[in-house]
């Protein structure tokens, strides 16, 4: 299971800008998870996303973000 999460939803402008964001820093394989349908993830992430987590420590960061916050939790390669 990937340690790296991106949470996001269809149709989110914000979620394909944060895609570049990680491209562009270079992260490692992370999984893309959509909170759509999932009652749960709707609760926890709902307005928030995207929402990028590493889910090996807890750490999320709310978009938006950047590579230098990539960073710092590890996540950029």
Sequence with gaps: M???ILYQRDDC???DQALGVLA???V???ESVWIDGDDAL???YGERVPVFRDDANGVELDWPFD???L???GAAG
């Design 42 to 44: 709707e609760a926890r």
């Design 13 to 15: 402008p914000l979620c």
């Design 24 to 26: 562009a820093a270079r």
């Design 67 to 69: 590579p230098a916050a």
């Design 71 to 73: 960073a710092a939790i």
């Design 2 to 4: 990937p340690r790296l």
């Design 28 to 30: 490692p394989e992370f």
